[in-house]
Each structure stands twice: as C-alpha cells, then as structure tokens.
C-alpha cells in the first residue's frame, strides 16, 4: 500500500518537470524576442539622434561643433546597444558588423566636428540602416 501514497507524487513530479520542459525553450524564445524589440527601439533612437544631427548640420546658422550634443546622444545611444549585444552569440555578426560601422562614422564625424568641418552624415545614415535590417534578423 505505501507504493500507491507514492504514485501520486510521481505523477505531479512527472508533470511538473514536463510543464518545465515545455515552459524553458518558451522562455528562451521570449527573450530572443525582447533582445530583438530592445534592439529595434534603440535602432529607432539612433535613427532619430541621427536626423538630429543632420538637421542641426544642415542649419547654416550653427557652427559645427553645435553638432557635439548630437553626436553624445548617438554616442550614448550606441553604447547601450553594445553593452546589449552578446559576444558569444554567432547569430549577433551583422549587428556587430552595424555598430562597428556606426562607430566609424561617428568618429569620422567627430573628426570632421573637431577639424571646423561640416561633416557628412551620409554614411552614418547608411551604417544606421544596417543596424535596422540585423536587429530585425535577431
């Protein structure tokens, strides 16, 4: 008689770990899904700082080192993402490929800003675009 007090509580045990094997990869799935959603509004954000910036070069009535506020929010911007993105995920090759090239137009830039120079934002518009496409592949 003391196998059948058991029986119910193998039971329960089964199902439980059976309702876990079914919740974990539900999990992994939704955080996949977050990862993406939380790239995709910081791609909006950058593409927002970016026309900003633009905007702000185009107005021939700053100087170019008015742009330094623009370019700390991108900065700023950029840096969540890249404390965001995964080292050892090899799906994440195109978003680095993106911030890698944000980040070498930014300094690009900068330099242009540093220099007295009105820079051209073209390929930051560019390289924020590509961000788009890999944060949609995520």
């Not at 995709?40 to 026309?51: G, H, I, R, Y």
């Not at 702000?56 to 991108?74: G, H, L, R, V, Y």
């Not at 080292?87 to 007295?116: F, N, R, Y």
């Amino acid at each position: 008689m003391a196998s059948r007090h058991h029986r119910p509580r193998r039971a329960t045990a089964v199902a439980a770990l059976a309702a876990a094997a079914l919740v974990v990869p539900a999990l992994g799935a939704c955080s996949k899904a977050r990862a993406a959603a939380d790239c995709a509004a910081l791609a909006k954000n950058l593409t927002k700082d970016v026309e900003d910036l633009r905007r702000n070069i185009d107005d021939d009535s700053k100087d170019p080192q008015s742009a330094q506020e623009f370019i700390d929010n991108i900065n700023r911007d950029l840096g969540k993402l890249t404390k965001r993105t995964d080292d050892d995920s090899p799906g994440d090759s195109d978003l680095k490929d993106a911030i890698g090239e944000i980040t070498a137009s930014v300094d690009d830039i900068q330099d242009s800003v540093g220099d007295g120079e009105r820079p051209d934002v073209g390929s930051l518009t560019k390289a924020v675009g590509s961000l788009t496409t890999a944060c949609a592949k995520s």
